[in-house]
């Protein structure tokens, strides 16, 4: 059974960082053949991407809205993908999801984050 495990969501203050973690169990395939993804969704907005690695981790892309603030990485060993978010905003309110690609696409269960003052 697959399963996407998101972390590491919270409420911090505008300015403040936070770390998110996918942790990933069950695929078929070796982790390190999934493009990784993070997708957030806000209150009565359209789920949107955030962040894109390719399966080797040498390529990444951001939303615009994210560059320079956010920083995607995996760990194939561990079979997890990272999301650093700093320099938060009350707009990166949102819930985080997880995506997983290769043949299937997957889908974590999603972490509130909320910045707030």
């Known amino acids: 059974q697959v399963q996407l495990v998101e972390s590491g969501g919270g409420l911090v203050q505008p300015g403040e960082s936070l770390r998110l973690s996918c942790a990933a169990s069950?695929?078929?395939?070796?982790?390190?053949?999934?493009?990784m993804r993070w997708y957030r969704q806000a209150p009565g907005k359209e789920r949107e991407l955030v962040a894109a690695i390719t399966s080797g981790g040498s390529m990444t892309n951001y939303a615009d809205s994210v560059k320079g603030r956010f920083t995607i990485s995996r760990d194939n060993a561990k079979k997890t993908v990272y999301l650093q978010m700093d320099s938060l905003k009350p707009e990166d309110t949102a819930v985080y999801y997880c995506?997983?690609?290769?043949?299937?696409?997957?889908w974590g269960q999603g972490t509130q984050v909320t910045v707030s003052s």
């Open positions: 995506y997983a690609n290769f043949v299937n696409v997957y």
């Open positions: 069950g695929f078929t395939f070796s982790f390190s053949s999934y493009v």
